[in-house]
């Protein structure tokens, strides 16, 4: 079984960079990557990032691409997303969740099962 846990999140102005960290433990040597969602007020959750182990592959959604940036830190155990010039829109609960299927990159909610409690990240305008 893994468990996840995110920190990081905050209040922050439009314009500025914020850095979250997801930390997992239990049987991560049978994980294959993470990723981070964001879910918004009323919204729907949706991907943010996803980095495979296996290779280092990135992959972001079109609203982050260039502006964030996800990175294994600690071997199968950590990952930070730094998000940098943060947009107001883009205030939300930011979710980690652990890749144990394969390493084929996944860009929906029900490819994990493996998830935090979340951390909000609030950006005023």
């Known amino acids: 079984q893994v468990r996840v846990i995110e920190s990081g999140g905050g209040v922050v102005q439009a314009g500025d960079s914020l850095s979250l960290s997801c930390t997992a433990s239990?049987?991560?040597?049978?994980?294959?990557?993470m990723a981070w969602f964001r879910q918004a007020p009323g919204k729907e959750r949706e991907f943010v990032a996803w980095?495979?182990?296996?290779?280092?592959?990135?992959f972001y959604h079109d609203s982050v691409e260039g502006r964030f940036t996800i990175a294994e830190v600690n071997a199968k155990t950590t990952v930070h997303l730094l998000m940098e010039n943060l947009k107001p829109w883009e205030t939300a609960v930011y979710y980690c969740?652990?890749?144990?299927?394969?390493?084929?990159?996944?860009?929906?909610?029900?490819?994990?099962?493996?998830w935090g409690q979340g951390t909000r990240v609030t950006v005023s305008s």
């Open positions: 969740a652990a890749d144990e299927a394969n390493p084929n990159p996944k860009f929906y909610p029900e490819d994990f099962k493996a």
């Open positions: 239990g049987r991560t040597d049978s994980l294959y990557g």
């Open positions: 980095i495979g182990f296996m290779t280092g592959t990135t």
